[in-house]
């Protein structure tokens, strides 16, 4: 076992490692060793306190550590703001660019903007006044004073269901065909719905037609159609014109099959309509239109409608 030990020892186990022999290192201060060619010359160095000789490679080693400089946070600190004092001046060396085009300043207030911003702002506005003028629809009231049913109304004029609802269908706005559904002209009613345009913008404003955009699903099935009553001198619909700048009161006649329904449910079915308009445009030369956005114009709850007078 000793042997086996003293072999992996010699392959340079940490365990090789023992303490100095004492009675080795001072036998070698015996004076019959002295100069001997089996003594460690650099024994006989140190034995002999030879001053010229190089300091050991630990000496020199401490020596180069103790030689580092060694800052301290302060010194560190201090360096910093040395530095930045140094880019600080250098960049007031720097020559300043002048501001030029849109990235010049102007005084407003008491404070500078540049141009820049001032251009895209003025861009916007001049946008927002172009959409209103062009594509911006009329503003409108619903007037319940002069919406009114028609209980004397012949709906068929004298062209019977079927001529009628032939007829509708080319000139109206036809919401439901299947509320057609009776040949008797009592079991209808024709409505008309007063409404107030404004036209807000310098352009003449043109209305061709009406429909009924929405209407309680419930009446989905008795609502028959909607139209403008203006006319030509020959009886065609040829809808509304509304001059810049101005308001004008407007008619929208709807027809309701009402059928075995209430006064209650008639009214229900009136007053919970949305008219929109069709095709409206703004004239911007003499032949020339533009599309505007449409109108909604929910009827107002106050008006009252009833079956029978």
């Not at 609802?165 to 409505?191: C, L």
């Not at 429909?211 to 989905?220: A, E, L, Q, W």
Request: aromatic residues 10%; proline residues 5%; negative net charge.
């Amino acid at each position: 076992m000793d042997n086996e030990y003293r072999k992996y020892n010699k392959r340079g186990s940490m365990d090789s490692i023992g303490v100095p022999d004492t009675e080795k290192i001072v036998a070698l201060n015996d004076p019959k060793f002295r100069n001997s060619d089996d003594i460690n010359s650099r024994a006989e160095q140190i034995f002999t306190g030879d001053k010229t000789i190089r300091q050991d490679r630990f000496d020199r080693a401490t020596k180069s550590y103790d030689d580092i400089n060694l800052h301290t946070a302060e010194e560190m600190e201090m360096r910093r703001r040395e530095e930045e004092k140094d880019i600080m001046k250098y960049a007031a060396k720097m020559p300043t660019k002048a501001a030029t085009g849109l990235n010049k300043g102007t005084r407003i207030g008491g404070s500078y903007v540049r141009k820049g911003t001032i251009v895209k702002w003025a861009v916007i506005f001049v946008a927002a006044i172009l959409v209103l003028v062009l594509f911006f629809p009329p503003f409108f009231s619903s007037d319940p004073e002069l919406s009114r049913v028609k209980y004397d109304e012949d709906v068929f004029e004298d062209k019977g269901l079927t001529g009628f609802k032939t007829y509708a269908s080319a000139n109206y706005t036809v919401y439901n065909e299947n509320a057609f559904s009776s040949e008797d002209p009592k079991n209808y009613r024709v409505v008309d719905l007063a409404f107030t345009l404004r036209n807000p913008s310098p352009l003449q404003m043109k209305i061709p037609q009406y429909k009924i955009f929405r209407v309680d699903s419930d009446y989905d099935d008795v609502v028959c159609y909607a139209t403008s009553v203006t006319k030509d001198s020959d009886g065609e619909v040829i809808g509304d014109v509304i001059p810049g700048f101005s308001s004008k009161d407007v008619i929208v006649r709807v027809m309701v099959n009402v059928s075995g329904m209430s006064d209650e449910e008639f009214d229900d079915c009136i007053t919970s309509m949305v008219i929109s308009t069709v095709d409206m445009k703004k004239k911007l030369t003499k032949n020339t239109y533009v599309p505007c956005v449409p109108a909604f114009m929910p009827v107002s709850n106050n008006t009252i409608a009833q079956v029978n007078q």
